[in-house]
């Protein structure tokens, strides 16, 4: 089993539409990381968050971590073409510095 | 250059060829990390170098082998693969801080590796 299971694990919607992505654990995390992957390219990282109940927002971008820290969501809203990828989340546990990820949501938004 | 540079970006070897891949960071960052990405699983944590410690993943196959001459530079050995060894690898670094902060990774862009 995933240390780090992330939901649905394709999404395809219109330029405009909402979306949001989930990335779920039984484990609790010091910090968890968003990144976001292009065909062809390394993940480049979005943001880290550090404290339950955070939310950061990045533009049209809007991350949350769970009161509990086992849990975090990213929003998009008004998503466009250029939001398309693959998003990745990933997290420490106590004060190891090894990233553990999940395997990953494949965002598609059609023109 | 600045960030994580990875070369080369595309390689197709044989089972019985040799070769290496190469990672070189330009951020002045105290770890870096090899990983494996196959198709629609997580990212598969291989190798790490820090300034504290080497970590093996012990699922990996002796076929691959490490080497890290320096915090800048880190290299990824390869031999006698199979066909199954074809993915992305990635490799990334990034500063350890042990009380706690941003972990964040650097990634490079990977070499995409096929064994035939």
């Known amino acids: 089993t995933q240390l780090l299971e992330q939901s649905p694990q394709f999404l395809s919607i219109q330029e405009g539409e909402n979306l949001t992505v989930y990335c779920n654990s039984s484990?609790?995390?010091?910090?968890l990381q968003w990144y976001r992957q292009e065909p062809g390219e390394g993940p480049v990282l979005l943001v880290t968050?550090?404290?339950?109940?955070e939310v950061k927002k990045l533009k049209r971008l809007t991350f949350q971590f769970g009161d509990a820290r086992k849990d975090s969501s990213l929003h998009i809203t008004a998503a466009q073409p250029g939001d398309t990828g693959l998003y990745l989340c990933a997290g420490a546990r106590g004060n190891d510095y090894k990233l553990s990820f999940g395997a990953g949501t494949t965002v598609t938004v059609r023109a | 250059e600045t960030g994580v540079t990875q070369t080369p970006r595309h390689l197709v070897m044989g089972m019985t060829n040799k070769k290496s891949l190469k990672c070189e960071q330009h951020l002045g960052h105290n770890a870096m990390y090899w990983y494996k990405q196959s198709a629609k699983k997580p990212l598969e944590l291989m190798f790490v170098?820090?300034?504290?410690?080497?970590?093996e993943n012990n699922s990996v196959p002796s076929r691959f082998s490490p080497e890290c001459p320096n915090s800048s530079h880190l290299f990824l050995h390869l031999h006698t693969l199979q066909p199954e060894d074809s993915a992305l690898y990635l490799c990334?670094?990034?500063?350890?801080?042990?009380?706690?902060?941003?972990?964040?990774?650097?990634f490079g862009s990977g070499t995409r590796l096929t064994v035939v």
């Open positions: 990334a670094s990034s500063q350890v801080v042990r009380t706690g902060g941003d972990y964040g990774y650097t």
């Open positions: 968050v550090v404290t339950g109940g």
């Open positions: 170098y820090s300034l504290e410690e080497r970590v």
């Open positions: 484990s609790v995390f010091s910090s």
